[in-house]
């Protein structure tokens, strides 16, 4: 996962602009990743997935990039609104199984209006 | 989300003290989960259940415990808390597909405070 530390990365963007949060990845064989975002006072909200067998998948406003060369996962959030503020974290999986999801410790995106 | 309701939400305590948080789905997946999280730490797996009486433990298990009776009730006791175990604890449900069996629903969170 990312960094971990007393305080989370902090990422501010201005409302419209594109926004990329990155996360690094610890373990080569992880081969299921997972974005997650956390508005305040609320519980996690699965964003996109991608399998290591990709290297871009898309959704609605946000583009998921794996590079498994240097361990790199990136969430790509188009014409970020103010509705985007909230904290992203990235999830790894070794293996498909319902024990084997470790998080990063998250980066908080701010949009300014 | 998804029908995850967590109670308490908020809980101050004593420790010693036996506490148990309760998450209820209305969705009726298979997989329930309880995560904590802590300031520095991603979510951290505690339990998790695969199906009525069926669970198994997590990343952080001591000092908890789980029972899963019925489908629709996931409850996490701690049976003699500690201040250690001061944190905010999510509920997540899932359910088995072709990519992971991994939880895509999680509750509002119940934030514990251990005194």
């Known amino acids: 996962g990312e960094s971990v530390g007393l305080h989370l990365p902090t990422l501010s963007v201005q409302e419209g602009d594109n926004s990329i949060i990155n996360c690094a990845y610890s373990n080569s064989a992880s081969d299921y990743f997972i974005w997650y975002k956390q508005e305040s006072g609320k519980g996690p909200q699965f964003i996109i997935d991608i399998r290591s067998n990709m290297d871009k998948r898309q959704g609605q406003r946000v583009t998921v990039l794996l590079n498994k060369t240097v361990k790199h996962l990136s969430l790509q959030i188009a014409a970020t609104q103010p509705g985007d503020s909230a904290v992203y974290f990235c999830a790894e999986i070794l293996q498909t199984g319902a024990n084997n999801l470790f998080f990063g410790t998250g980066t908080r995106l701010t949009v300014i209006p | 989300d998804a029908g995850i309701t967590q109670s308490p939400r908020h809980k101050v305590t004593e420790t010693g003290t036996p506490v148990t948080l309760r998450c209820h789905q209305t969705?009726?997946?298979?997989?329930m989960y309880w995560y904590r999280q802590d300031p520095g730490h991603g979510l951290r797996l505690i339990h998790y259940?695969?199906?009525?009486?069926?669970?198994d433990k997590g990343e952080v298990s001591d000092g908890y415990s789980v029972s899963r009776s019925k489908t629709e009730d996931f409850l996490l006791t701690l049976e003699s808390a500690t201040s250690s175990q001061t944190s905010v604890y999510f509920c997540a449900t899932g359910t088995p597909s072709r990519r992971s069996n991994q939880p895509q629903h999680f509750g509002d969170g119940t934030r514990l405070s251990i005194l």
């Open positions: 969705e009726n997946h298979r997989y």
């Open positions: 259940s695969y199906g009525v009486k069926d669970t």
